[in-house]
C-alpha cells in the first residue's frame, strides 16, 4: 500500500474539509450540520492561523484524512495545548495507518514547539472504537469531563 503523506490545508481544501466536517457528524453523533456554516467555519480557520490549522492525509495524491488542531493556553503550565478536532478517514481508508500518520504529525510538530505543553482531544463517549484506537497511540483518558452550552447546535 502506498504511504500516506500529511499536509498542511490550503483555501483549496476547502469544500472537501467542510463536507468531511459533515459525514463526521453525521456518522458518530447523528448530526446533520448546516453546509453553508461548515464552509464559513473551515474558511475562518484557513484565513486566521491564530484558530487553528488543518492537516490533510493523502495517499496516491487523493485525500484520505483530515484534523483540525486548535489551541488552549494553561497558565498552570505557561504553555499550548494543542487539540485535536474534527478527525476524519475516508470509509475505505479506514484501518490503513492513515490516522497513525496524521497523529504522529501532530505530535512531532507539537514536540518541536517550546510553546506547546501537551496534545489534548475530547471523543464522544459512546465512541469506543475511536477512544481504541486513541488509546494505542498512547493518549490516556483525562479526569477531566466536558460541560458545554451549545448556542449553535443545541
Not at 496524521?102 to 463517549?125: E, I, N, Q, T, W
Not at 459512546?126 to 479526569?143: D, L, P, S
Request: hydrophobic content about 45%; proline content about 2%; aromatic content about 10%.
Amino acid at each position: 500500500m502506498e504511504p500516506v503523506s500529511i499536509r498542511l490545508a490550503h483555501a483549496g481544501d476547502m469544500q472537501t474539509l467542510a463536507q468531511n466536517h459533515r459525514a463526521m457528524a453525521l456518522e458518530t453523533e447523528g448530526k446533520i450540520l448546516d453546509p453553508e456554516t461548515t464552509i464559513q467555519g473551515t474558511r475562518a480557520v484557513l484565513e486566521d492561523p491564530a484558530k487553528g490549522f488543518y492537516l490533510v492525509a493523502e495517499r496516491e495524491g487523493r485525500a484520505v484524512g483530515q484534523l483540525l488542531v486548535t489551541f488552549e493556553w494553561s497558565d498552570w503550565r505557561n504553555g499550548t495545548f494543542w487539540w485535536i478536532q474534527s478527525v476524519y478517514v475516508a470509509e475505505g481508508a479506514r484501518r490503513t495507518g492513515v490516522y497513525r500518520a496524521l497523529h504522529d504529525h501532530v505530535l512531532a510538530k507539537a514536540r518541536a514547539d517550546a510553546g506547546v505543553c501537551g496534545v489534548r482531544l475530547y471523543v464522544d463517549k459512546e465512541n469506543h472504537h475511536a477512544q481504541a484506537t486513541y488509546a494505542a497511540m498512547g493518549m490516556r483518558a483525562a479526569h477531566y469531563d466536558v460541560f458545554e452550552i451549545d448556542f449553535v447546535l443545541g
